[in-house]
């Protein structure tokens, strides 16, 4: 059987688990353009439904320094939903919590296993995130706080 190749996902979970996943199409860069018309407009879809007198409004957002990021149109975006964008420091790629908390837990389940399209693999990711408890979700991100805290003693003492 033949498998899919990599296939790149923009995912967003909170204290209470998965908040949405979106397969970035095959051969496409990610663009600020394409993070907020799509990526961030899907969250913010997934909340208006949760939250129709908020929306994202008072969420904490942390996402690495790429690009798209970083860019005005993004930046604006999320300034008029007033969402709180956490400073990610630069060179600091384990501090997301997808790195030490989502990501290392779905690759183990999914280690040796083969999804012939791109369709089963994010059946399999959303199936696999639903699956993991809310407590589970609220240690990860928890664990974040104490990464944010160790990171800050250790640049205080750096100065």
């Known amino acids: 059987m033949t498998s899919t190749k990599k296939v790149m996902y923009a995912m967003f979970f909170g204290i209470h688990g998965l908040v949405t996943q979106v397969p970035i199409p095959k051969g496409r860069t990610v663009t600020a353009k394409f993070y907020k018309r799509i990526v961030l407009n899907k969250v913010d879809k997934y909340y208006r439904k949760r939250r129709p007198n908020t929306g994202m409004r008072g969420l ?19 300034e008029s939903k007033r969402v709180t964008v956490l400073n990610h420091p630069p060179y600091s790629p384990d501090l997301a919590p997808c790195d030490f908390f989502l990501f290392p837990r779905l690759k183990k389940h999914l280690q040796g296993r083969r999804y012939s ?11 696999l995130c639903r699956g993991i408890p809310q407590e589970d979700y609220k240690k990860g991100i928890s664990k974040l706080d104490q990464t944010f805290e160790t990171l800050y003693i250790v640049q205080r003492r750096l100065l």
Do not use: E, M, W
Request: charged share 20%.
């Open 117 to 127: 399209t791109r369709n089963g693999l994010g059946s399999a990711l959303h199936q």
């Open 60 to 78: 904490y957002l942390l996402h690495d320094n790429a690009t798209p990021h970083k860019a005005d149109i993004v930046k604006k975006f999320l």
